[in-house]
């Protein structure tokens, strides 16, 4: 679909890229990655000809992009930036159409494709007439991306475009782009210099250094082969960046408080006093999860203060495993609007992620984050 042969590009004296041989397969989410500098955003650019390189060839679905026009070969390529680049002064429609119109798209055309894009993401039509500012950081995010897709090019470019959003919102755009990329069967090109979002969502993700590719590779390969040192430190650095978030291990609290299924609601009411917790664990016979009851389903509920718990215990609550991800964990306390998520290794109860966890583990990441930049 992509195809570079030892292209370079120069600026004067200052050599960016140094003979890159790339093949993007139709239909892949490939990252580039490497650090600040290395030519990953020039890499992009020579793909829809905003720049043209000093030496080699590139192929954009087999034809030598030198000789096709610059603005036909952009109509099928999406690009999406870092500063998302909205117009402030359009409305979400009007920016999503900008390239229809351009196109020549007749009004009824445009509007069914915008609302057919909206829906992709999940946002409600009324989002059309709303001015960028009035959006969320991933709202804008996903208008950038809904404009980029518009008139449906088979390749997407994205360079680093969930920089500067908060880990549970870039999370979920990192879903909803492996999700658009199955489902709509684009070549995605993604920049990004975080290795965990690279080893997240790539199929291929392709290493630079100082204008040179230094291994392209599937994330499990290049876990578990890495080509040289640089490749190894660069994972080894990332991965235990500051900005990451933790397991869940990390961030549960090990104080739980659970009681056995045959006790009575008075005893387990009296119980959450004493402990001042507002819910309790249920255990089974043989002492394994079997679900919790929170003061809130009590008052709720209309029980005798002689029945039984088991009963009345959400069995349905969603658990983690203490080795999961804490931010898979707060993504599942939001969407189920969940104040306390048990935690659970085999039928054990383990812990407890509560929203203070959660409000803990993002503020040190915040905090690291700024520290860091
Ligand atoms: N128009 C330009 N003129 C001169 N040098 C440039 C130009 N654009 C980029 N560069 C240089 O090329 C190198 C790679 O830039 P870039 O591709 O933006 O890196 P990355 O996106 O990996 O951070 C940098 O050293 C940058 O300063
Ligand atoms: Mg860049």
Redo the contacts with the bound molecule.
Sequence with gaps: MVRFENVHMSYGEHAVLKGIDLHIEPGQLAVLIGP?GCG??TTLQLINRLITPTEGKIFVNGRDISTVDPVELRRGIGYVI?EIGLFPHMTVKQNIEIVPKLLGWDEQKRSARSKELLKLVGMEERYLDVYPAKLSGGQQQRIGLLRALAVEPPIVLM??PFGALDPITRESLQDEIMTLNKKLHKTVIF?THDMDEALKIADVIILMKDGNIVQAATPKELLSHPANEFVESFIGKQRQAVGKLDTVREVMSARVVCAPDDTSVVEAVDLMRRQRVPSVFVLNKEGGFDGQISIKDIQSFSCTGDEMISRLANKQIPTVHPEGSASEAFKIMMQENIDELPVVDGDRVVGIVTRRSMVTSLAKVVWQGEAHE
């Design positions: 600040s990953k955003t870092q360079d680093e920049v």
